[in-house]
DNA sequence: GTGAAAGCGCTAACAG
DNA sequence: CTGTTAGCGCTTTCAC
């Protein structure tokens, strides 16, 4: 904070050499170590970053000259500038309220700290063009690296963002056709989705409706790809895709339309926790009972699940082990390694939201009557 | 990452006329738009940072040979060597993955962002050592600011970490003895307990149970003490206090416990989302129901809990606005402004899960017979 | 194995 | 209003 006093008129390599106290900000510099253990800046350099060819003796001088000083180790600023490397990383998150979102960023920051780096954390709110813009701010702040999970996989702003700033990132559950070779931890959907599928059919459902996310991501994609290839695998069972938005709006507008409609499927699988959160309240409001008017499945874990009555089936995975995953693979390229790909499991685990259809071929009639 | 190579012999201002074409690292330097203009870099540094004392042939001159060189600004890595500011803040969290947490460090991240500041987010999953040593390691990032959420008010270390650091800092509804002088977001805790005391007290309760939280942190001491203060005001109301951790395990075992006594509380206060769940499995595991066994009141929304049956009658806040009132105290601060604090509301919320107990006077017969 | 020198790219006196 | 100058504190050739 305090702007730099010129000072008096020693420039040069002739200064006086005693030691000189310099009263500015109170932190110690490398070059009172150097100058206390009578060495050059350099080699002080050296032994604090531990480079292999100083001697013993050089070492030790160095380390007491420190102590003595109280030096609380290289200004990392003026590192960053020298080097360029600012061992930080950027995270563009959605929106670290979602509690998928918080246990994979906890995971990553866990694991980068390990390795010395430090997470920058920014949040797009579901707003594509801010994916843009936080991914510029984060390049302006020269981070080292990107771990990314956008909004919109086909925003061109955020394509154009990324290929302007040139930094190595690692796709989050995301699919970039503008960044083909970048690496990723992706989860595989398709296991839970299809094991989902399968159990629903198995118990005599014949019409299984899946409340998708946001259509440009991923993670919607790929369910509704293995809930309609499960559909097909299955002569007479129809699979009502929706695709929409990772919002409780989308879960309860898309449950009372179904519910509305001639053709109500007997299953529901809520995509996300924010949809399931709508589809819970949209079949309250209209008073059906899980699983005797509806069978209920949900993606994702969440806190209290296990306590709803019935308990909710779950189409789960290990976010947090999705975020360390993440933050490795990131090490790993600025580490010098090819991009890769990392495929972390879902698995289906069943409870008693799920149930036979009341009347397999006529199901219409609900609990209560209603509009 | 390239290393800086000397320049020819060309270091004073004689140095050639025409445009050198640099191959670094591809990125435009001040120098290079100065040199364009034909202007000093000085005058790039003004018009850039909207310095007033600029003429308009000038700011036009340089913004046009910044823009023709596809300039993207200052090297931030060397404006905050010079300037010594980062315009970075600090976050010391205790856990991202709490639903809670996020939604503060959300609201904070927002409000940062919008005065230009970035966030750095550092877990130190509840161990007091872990705040110490991330305050330090973000000391030595440069900091601007702090957000502290940290898990032991007590801790020597972190009350040296702190000293040491000397950077401006925000308790997030903390209280630290060695910051008296800090500014802070405070939630008034007594109003949401004093509340839902009385709800619980006019409901008939004579044994109510508040499981707590860690011992050393301010909602933990609130909560106590506005409990205890309403058992007080109440005669013959007994007020069952169990402080331990932020965790499932003490809200189960705690439950346990509790249930087992001959003096088993009528109704139970969760001090959090963990220990709520913890309770919830207690409860289950002895089979009470609520509210017919036990009346159950939380603290702290959590996204499902309205769809438990019964709904759980909650202690609420604002989360979001907590982390956003945060930043802008750490922001005010920075802009000179003395420390200070803010406190925010809570409020209680009931639901059905409160209810008159069975037996006001001998209700130790569980449901169903137990262990 | 160690030291001297040269900047990283920018900002802020200060002088004109 | 604009240019010159002097570094911020460190790392890294390069020569010895």
Redesign the pocket.
Known sequence: MS???????????DGPPGKRA?E??G????????DL?????????????G?????????QRVTAAAKQLG?E???????M?????TRTIGFVIGDISNPLMAEIALGAEVTLREAGYTMMLVNSLGEAQRDASQIQLLQQRRVDGLLLSVTDETSEDTASALARAGIPAVLIDRDLPALPAASAVLSDHAAGITAAMEHLIGLGHRRIALIAGAPHVRPTRERIAAAEAAAEANPGVLCQVRPGAYTQKHGADTTLELLASGRAPTAIIAGGNQILVGVLSALRHRQRRIPRDVSLVTCDEVPLAEFLSPPLATIRRDPREMGATAARLLLSRLAGAAPQASILPTWFATADSCAEPRSPLNDTTPSRSSA
């Open positions: 702007p730099p006093r010129p000072r008096g008129g020693a420039g040069g390599p310099r500015g900000d932190r110690v510099d490398m070059k009172q170590v150097a253990a009578g060495v050059a800046m350099s080699s002080v350099s050296r032994v604090l970053s480079h292999p060819d100083v001697s013993d003796d050089m070492r030096y180790g290289p200004n990392m600023l003026a590192a500038l020298r080097t360029g490397a």
